[in-house]
């Protein structure tokens, strides 16, 4: 039973940790360096992420600076930048590339709420999907007389306890980063 309990919550952490990866991808408006995490750069034949080979800085709350350890790759780096989707067109000095953000306007920000609230959606229903699977796991154990009746109906109320607190996660997690894209 404690296994099942477990197993279930780890299923859930993970797709609230896939969500909160995915919530820190979104462009708020502000420079943020988590816009690069996917952003790797050919350097010597090998695909390396840019944040091994550059330090990168956000000296404003609008802008990230990109100084690379080895100047060859300024160009390299600017390519990759420009194709990437981030949404942003790097500037380059000869010295760093700066990223500068703009701020967004209402619709995109609308937009991109509107982006927030289904993900959050898609979440809830994984977690759902995740519970329903626990519910079966738990009658199944019932059915082959691994628990007792009451055994089974007070697990199903641990799983339906622990699903409510990952939706209520989910939840406040959307509302703040909605606040966050909403704020001018």
């Keep these: 039973m404690?296994?099942?309990?477990?197993?279930?919550?780890?299923?859930?952490?993970d797709a609230f940790n896939s969500l909160l990866k995915n919530y820190s991808k979104i462009r708020t408006g502000r420079a943020n360096t988590?816009?690069?995490d996917d952003i790797k750069i050919d350097y010597y034949g090998a695909s390396t992420p840019i944040k091994q080979l550059c330090n990168i800085s956000i000296?404003?709350?609008r802008l990230i600076v990109i100084q690379p350890w080895d100047k060859s790759i300024l160009e390299g780096?600017?390519?990759?930048?420009?194709?990437?989707?981030?949404?942003?067109t790097p500037d380059n000095d000869g010295n760093v590339i700066r990223l500068p953000f703009q701020p967004l306007t209402e619709e995109t920000r609308l937009e991109i709420v509107k982006q927030i609230k289904k993900m959050a959606e898609d979440a809830k229903i994984e977690i759902r999907n995740i519970r329903r699977e626990g519910n079966e796991t738990?009658?199944?154990?019932?059915?082959?007389?691994e628990i007792s009746e009451d055994n089974m109906k007070?697990?199903?109320?641990?799983?339906?306890?622990?699903?409510d607190k990952i939706v209520g996660k989910i939840a406040d997690t959307a509302k703040s980063k909605e606040t966050e894209i909403m704020e001018v």
């Design 77 to 88: 780096i600017e390519k990759t930048l420009l194709s990437s989707n981030i949404g942003v």
């Design 2 to 13: 404690h296994e099942l309990i477990q197993n279930l919550t780890e299923k859930m952490e």
């Design 34 to 36: 988590s816009a690069l």
């Design 154 to 163: 007070d697990l199903q109320i641990d799983i339906q306890e622990l699903t």
């Design 59 to 61: 000296p404003e709350p």
């Design 138 to 145: 738990s009658k199944n154990m019932e059915k082959k007389s």
